[in-house]
């Protein structure tokens, strides 16, 4: 009796091997994987402004961070070319960036 029942699942799942790869080769986006980058790219933001808030350097309240499937862009005002680069410098080195666009205004 098992030995049919053995048999029988075997079969089955010999016939399903090739819908199952079908399937996961036209894999459309699901929500879960929209809802999975804007977790990952509001943890991004959240790292990338606790360095600042940690770094004498860099004014957290001034400059402004936004992440969108790993590409980070900064914003908002620094006191001199250092602080935009230190800023810079801390979002490359974050873990999920893929790239970082630099719109910081020096004070004049």
Do not use: H, R
């Amino acid at each position: 009796m098992k030995a049919k029942l053995a048999a029988v699942c075997f079969i089955a799942g010999a016939l399903l091997v090739p819908v199952a790869g079908y399937t996961a080769d036209t894999k459309e986006p699901s929500k879960m994987d929209s809802a999975k980058e804007v977790i990952d790219d509001s943890v991004i933001t959240t790292k990338i402004k606790a360095e600042f808030a940690k770094d004498k350097a860099v004014s957290a309240l001034n400059i402004k961070v936004d992440t969108d499937k790993g590409v980070v862009k900064l914003s908002g005002n620094a006191k001199s070319k250092d602080e935009a680069d230190k800023a810079a410098s801390i979002a490359k080195s974050t873990k999920g960036v893929s790239s970082v666009k630099n719109d910081i205004q020096v004070a004049k």
